[in-house]
């Protein structure tokens, strides 16, 4: 059995967590829960009913002293990479929680790197390449030709177009849409229902549909 903690207790790890325990994830019937870590200080009560016990937080777990697989159960972008660089323990490594009924139309051209969360009823075409540390939370679609950077987060019901390349640490809202063809940097923040129709501008806000910038730092 691989041993798997959950990083972060909150209502993203509870949702991990009850898919794994639900065997809804590939592979997790091979997969055991041990605990949780998270940098808040849970002491007082450390049980949680679906994450297991507190294992602590980053200096316990660049501590560990056996193989463990972690996966980081963060929904804000920049969180997702902020904590994965701080961990630097060797014996760490990060699978790819996968939904049993995830879809790939052609699997010969699909490519994807480590740390993924990829929850139920997602999709995704054909030459569709994803990084690292992204999450796809349920009922997203990738286009054909699309290309997913690292620690992107696609919100429930997401919809990317196809030919759409992805920067690192975007957030896509719920059922917030991308045209086909378009090239994203970074931290962009898409709202919920928008529609994204032309090239954004890097750590920008947007809003409506079609999209307008609302906020830009």
């Given at each position: 059995m691989k041993k798997i903690a959950i990083y972060g207790v909150g209502g993203l790890g509870h949702e991990v967590a009850a898919a794994i325990r639900n065997g809804w994830i590939r592979d997790s019937v091979n997969w055991e829960i041990i605990g949780y870590f998270d940098d808040r200080d849970f002491s007082a009560n450390p049980s949680d009913r679906l994450c297991g016990d507190w294992l602590g937080?980053?200096?316990?777990?660049n501590d560990w002293e056996e193989p463990i697989g972690v996966l980081l159960c963060f929904g804000n972008p920049r969180t997702r990479l902020a904590v994965a660089d701080k961990i630097k323990n060797p014996l760490v490594d990060f699978p790819n929680s996968i939904a049993s009924n995830f879809r790939i139309s052609d699997p010969e051209s699909f490519s994807i790197g480590k740390g993924n969360i990829i929850q139920g009823d997602c999709k995704?075409?054909?030459n569709v390449l994803i990084g690292d540390f992204n999450l796809f939370n349920g009922n997203v679609v990738l286009g054909h030709d699309t290309t997913v950077g690292n620690g992107n987060v696609f919100m429930p019901g997401c919809k990317i177009s196809g030919d759409v390349r992805l920067g690192d640490s975007n957030l896509f809202g719920t059922m917030s849409f991308v045209m086909q063809g378009?090239?994203?940097?970074?931290?962009i923040t898409l709202s919920p229902l928008s529609a994204l129709l032309t090239k954004p501008r890097n750590g920008s806000t947007y809003i409506g549909n079609p999209a307008k910038i609302f906020k830009s730092f």
């Open positions: 937080g980053i200096d316990q777990l995704v075409t054909t378009l090239k994203i940097g970074s931290e």
